[in-house]
T-cell receptor
């Protein structure tokens, strides 16, 4: 069974540009989570989508946005890039809320570098 | 909101020794506490978890303890091996779908 897949693996942008990151959840999973992993800061929660709707949003500015498609894949958009947006962006998926034991299944991440 | 603190940030142990990583949380509503292991170049992977109605849980060489009164929980790894070298994250979940992660502990097991 394929795990969570993310693309691109690496992305280099300059300040002010926009970045789009993509995530495909494990087959059958309806929830997708986005986390930012910056050096020394652990995993900072960005967004949670379930069944196509945004369920929760972390403490990030509105230039961080995303969506979930009917096939449950998701994309994260970061507008007006700033240097401090450089980080590893991790996507995780989980089954639907009913009967979910709580485990998150993470992808290997997309490394965004802003120059 | 919830605040999770994790210590130490780095830990080196000799192969065969034990390693202990400690986390504290602030929100008494948190009732689920997973631990994730992140190897170099990979995403975090769940290694063990504990719920608030349990004080301790073991799985072979790893164990987790929870003290709800003091709001802290710990990961114990016994008989460490080089393949245990990784970054470990604790997390607390006050409600379904909501997770607050610690800042991570980089564990190095010296052969």
């Amino acid at each position: 069974e394929a795990g969570v897949t993310q693309s691109p693996t690496h992305l280099i942008k300059t300040r002010g540009q926009q970045a789009t990151l993509r995530c495909s959840p494990i087959s059958g999973h309806t929830s997708v989570y986005w986390y930012q992993q910056a050096l020394g800061l652990g995993l900072q929660f960005l967004l949670w989508y379930d069944e196509g709707e945004e369920r929760n949003r972390g403490n990030f500015p509105p230039r961080f946005s995303g969506r979930q498609f009917p096939n449950y894949s998701s994309e994260l958009n970061v507008n007006a890039l700033e240097l401090e947006d450089s980080a590893l962006y991790l996507c995780a998926s989980s089954p639907g809320l009913a009967g979910w034991a709580g485990e998150l299944f993470f992808g290997e991440g997309s490394r965004l570098t802003v120059l | 909101g919830e605040n999770v603190e994790q210590h130490p940030s780095t830990l080196s142990v000799q192969e065969g020794d034990s390693a202990v990583i400690k986390c504290t949380y602030s929100d008494s509503a948190s009732n689920y506490f997973p631990w994730y292991k992140q190897e170099l170049g990979k995403g975090p992977q769940l290694i063990i978890d504990i719920r608030s109605n349990v004080g301790e849980k073991k799985d072979q060489r790893i164990a987790v303890t929870l003290n709800k009164t003091a709001k802290h929980f710990s990961l114990h790894i016994t008989e460490t091996q080089p393949e245990d070298s990784a970054v470990y994250f604790c997390a607390a979940s006050p409600r379904l779908g909501q997770f607050y992660f610690g800042t991570g502990t980089s564990l190095t097991v010296i052969p």
